[in-house]
């Protein structure tokens, strides 16, 4: 099955099989790997991506529900300079990363956090991330994180 859907601001085509989930079709079929697949039943958010400028979860989506949409990954989200966006620096700067395998997908969710809910409080922000699991940090340098993105964010 054709799927035409729009990726990181250029147009992209997979021919898959009707069954084939988001996440398998950008990272087999377009080669971003940046998504991550992590328990494969949308319960770790490791394979969060914007779709129409929503957080989704790609292994619970097909890609052919994509059709004519707008993708972002986390490829997708510096800018065209290269320069980090401002969640990616605050994970940087915060140290809201440990092993780096939820990282993808929780920086795609507090991006979605923070545009959603500008003013989001830090028990929203712990509400707010509950669908992304991290395993290695005890989830403070990612709270920390996401405020400082928020901040960054709104005066951007």
Known sequence: MQVQFTVNGQPASVDVPPNTLL????????????????????????????????????????????????????EGLAAADGSMHPMQAAFKECHGLQCGFCTPGMVMSAVDLCTHHPKASEGEIRELLEGNICRCTGYQNIVRAVQHGQKAMASA
């Open 23 to 74: 996440v398998h079709a950008l990272r087999e079929h377009l080669m971003l790997t940046g998504t991550h697949v992590g328990c494969d039943t949308s319960q770790c958010g490791a394979c969060t991506v914007h779709v129409n400028g929503r957080a989704v979860k790609s292994c619970a989506m097909l890609a052919v529900q994509a059709q004519g949409a707008q993708v972002q990954t986390i």
